[in-house]
T-cell receptor, first 112, second 112 residues
């Protein structure tokens, strides 16, 4: 059974204090790994898709990387507006049976 | 362009009743997926529809059902509501060749 584990569950950072969020996964037939950001009361907002080990993507203060067993979301010099829950999801399977499995997220709080 | 629209935004139902939730995907998106989100379980996959056919289904009881219309709009139905069905129900759509989902804002269902 596919498993996605995110750590830590919660993270509190001072503004400007860089850190990384982890997403480790065990899936059969990885087709892609997604990162989303979710604000309270809203649906997840798409950030990145990574397809193969070694791939990296950046957007503003965020950088996502992928290995064969895990992905990291690096946050450089975060600001209070980066406070949100960050979700990782893996797309797996082949042929007619494919699915997306989400982790339970990391709740990030950035203190001014 | 318009995003994924879910209606209603909030709903309060009594145990034993049934409920229908609606989702209008982004124009041109033929795949619609439904998720249940609760604080304890995170995002749990319910089912996915593509061109009016259910393509994948998660591990939920038969009380949860859905359908997709020819215009790609989708509905989700829950019969014989239980207190544990209280959750945020999220709909997501994607293009035919991509699983970079775009989520709606969700329907907050409360069962009393």
């Amino acid at each position: 059974e596919d498993q996605v584990t995110q750590s830590p569950e919660a993270l509190r950072l001072q503004e400007g204090e860089s850190s990384s969020l982890n997403c480790s996964y065990t899936v059969s037939g990885l087709r892609g790994l997604f990162w989303y950001r979710q604000d309270p009361g809203k649906g997840p907002e798409f950030l990145f898709t990574l397809y193969s080990a070694g791939e990296e993507k950046e957007k503003e203060r965020l950088k996502a990387t992928l290995t064969k067993k895990e992905s990291f979301l690096h946050i450089t010099a975060p600001k209070p507006e980066d406070s949100a829950t960050y979700l990782c999801a893996v797309h797996s399977g082949t042929g007619g049976y494919q699915k997306v499995t989400f982790g339970t997220g990391t709740k990030l709080q950035v203190i001014p | 362009k318009a995003g994924v629209t879910q209606t209603p935004r909030y709903l309060i139902k009594t145990r034993g009743q049934q409920v229908t939730l609606s989702c209008s995907p982004i124009s041109g998106h033929r795949s619609v997926s439904w998720y249940q989100q609760t604080p304890g379980q995170g995002l749990q996959f319910l089912f996915e529809y593509f061109s009016e056919t259910q393509r994948n289904k998660g591990n939920f009881p038969g009380r949860f059902s859905g359908r997709q219309f020819s215009n790609s709009r989708s509905e989700m139905n829950v019969s014989t509501l239980e207190l544990g069905d209280s959750a945020l129900y999220l709909c997501a759509s994607s293009r035919t060749d991509s699983y970079g989902y775009t989520f709606g804002s969700g329907t907050r269902l409360t069962v009393v």
